[in-house]
């Protein structure tokens, strides 16, 4: 259900449902575990696959089809360093195979949360930005452009108003001249990358203290953001640094006619791909299955 946004109320204190929010997570994180047991990938290419294979434009229209969450880490590792030292960080992981003549990637299970007080303000924010009653979640497959490539993108989309999609993001206020710098050059880039990829215009972001006191909001445009980061990173270098991945993995896909891994390690700074057996491949997911003679 695409959820309706409102202004939400101020000031609030994002504290409150934590108890509840808790203990869901746990029951959420113990499901996910047995899902796992079974399912190569937390959340399955597949349904992308099957939806646009019922519509107008199949998949085979694409050259890429994926989830945002692989694209965001694609976009965001030319700036993943840490702002005091410059050492490289953040790493992650991408399935991908040649799904005919579609690059497919996967989504990889990642070993990095943020602490479950943080997930809360974020989940508490969202409800006090949305009409109340509204449950599950809404999300939306559109076509990106990556240089020469077509992408199928589906991407989790928070609430709209009548004037389109909205995302939700809170955040603690900056006020030192590091806090400041961080701002720009890491929520920023994060809200610009998912917003930009997902067509979503407009992005909410509520201030709170470090005591989870929520105390004013304000709107971003999406195509103002990257003005706002003031140097701290550049939209194109992002963009082309995930076509020029794609690419290669494509290419490696080809040469090897095997499933891959991608895999970018900070210890090393290097982005690596290499063909992988897994016991369910992702193009088994996707294809149906050859009747038994």
């Avoid at 360093?81 to 960080?89: E, L, N, S």
């Avoid at 559109?142 to 995302?167: K, T, W």
């Avoid at 690419?247 to 095997?258: A, D, E, I, P, Y």
């Amino acid at each position: 259900t695409l959820k309706t946004f409102r202004t939400p109320p101020l000031p609030s204190n994002l504290n409150e449902g934590f108890a509840e929010y808790e203990t869901q997570s746990h029951i959420t994180e113990k499901l996910k575990a047995q899902w796992l047991q079974t399912s190569p990938s937390p959340c399955p290419v597949s349904a992308i696959w099957h939806t646009l294979a019922q519509t107008a434009t199949p998949p085979t229209a694409f050259d890429v089809l994926t989830y945002r969450n692989n694209l965001n880490k694609l976009c965001k590792t030319p700036y993943s360093t840490d702002p005091r030292t410059g050492a490289w960080r953040d790493p992650w992981e991408i399935d991908a195979c040649l799904v005919g003549e579609v690059l497919v990637l996967d989504i990889r299970e990642s070993d990095f949360n943020l602490p479950l007080q943080l997930q809360h303000y974020g989940s508490r924010f969202e409800d006090l930005c949305t009409k109340a009653g509204a449950k599950g979640e809404f999300c939306s497959v559109v076509r990106v452009q990556l240089g020469a490539l077509s992408v199928a993108l589906a991407a989790e989309v928070d609430c709209a108003d009548g004037e389109g999609y909205v995302e939700l993001k809170a955040s603690i206020q900056p006020k030192t001249p590091f806090q400041h710098r961080t701002f720009k050059r890491e929520k920023l880039l994060r809200f610009w990358v998912q917003s930009a990829l997902g067509g979503v215009p407009r992005v909410v972001v509520g201030y709170r203290n470090h005591e989870g006191q929520l105390f004013t909001t304000a709107t971003l445009a999406t195509k103002d953001i990257p003005q706002m980061a003031e140097g701290e990173w550049r939209p194109e270098v992002c963009l082309e640094f995930a076509c020029a991945v794609l690419k290669w993995v494509r290419q490696t896909c080809l040469k090897h006619g095997r499933q891959v891994r991608i895999s970018f390690r900070p210890e090393t700074g290097v982005l690596d791909c290499v063909p992988i057996d897994v016991e369910t491949t992702i193009a088994a997911q996707l294809l149906p299955k050859k009747k038994k003679k």
